[in-house]
């Protein structure tokens, strides 16, 4: 019979200033690679945010797996040694979910008009969280690429940009579906 231990919240391993990755490398907190995955977990809590404003069951649904999507990709970042990839199926983020990303895009930007000009973020709340949280994902991508080409696999940072172009096409359709209109600058 297994025990199932608690897990406690606090370990008091960070309390010097530094983190451990998945293959126990201890790295200042400040390092870029954590810097990196923390910008996607913030992106993560914005989009949860975002899930509690919309009031549209297809874009919570979309937002649900890319939050699932986010933790993969947190995880393989925080795995320089690449030693989860191979064993943790769930940590995986490939071409697949991309094209997934671009089958939502162009699935909601058949119901929008063209842009012609800029749009300024804002409108509704829950469109609003989602402009939010496409500038954090362009941080995040700005953090990944920093890494450099060989420190992850190819398909996260075109999963993160992709995502980007996603979320501003969520928040235009949020705005659609409100009744809101958009302000042009």
């Known amino acids: 019979m297994a025990i199932i231990r608690d897990v406690k919240i606090y370990t008091r391993t960070g309390d010097s200033g530094e983190t451990g990755l998945f293959d126990g490398t201890r790295v200042p907190k400040s390092d870029p690679r954590v810097s990196a995955y923390g910008d996607v977990d913030e992106l993560n809590a914005w989009l949860g945010l975002a899930r509690v404003e919309l009031a549209d069951e297809q874009l919570t649904g979309i937002l649900e797996t890319v939050q699932r999507d986010l ?34 895009i162009d699935h909601l930007e058949a119901e929008l008009t063209p842009l012609r000009r800029f749009i300024l973020a804002g409108g509704s709340s829950g469109a609003a969280v989602l402009h939010v949280a496409r500038t954090i994902c362009r941080r995040a991508e700005r953090g990944i690429v920093s890494l450099g080409p060989d420190a992850l696999e190819s398909d996260l940072l075109v999963y993160v940009n992709r995502l980007s172009d996603l979320l501003f096409v969520m928040a235009r359709t949020a705005n659609r579906r409100a009744g809101v209109a958009e302000s042009e600058w």
């Open 71 to 104: 933790f993969a990709l947190g995880a393989r970042l925080a795995d320089p040694s690449r030693k989860i990839s191979g064993r943790v199926t769930k940590a995986a983020v490939n071409a697949e979910d991309v094209t997934r990303l671009e089958g939502w």
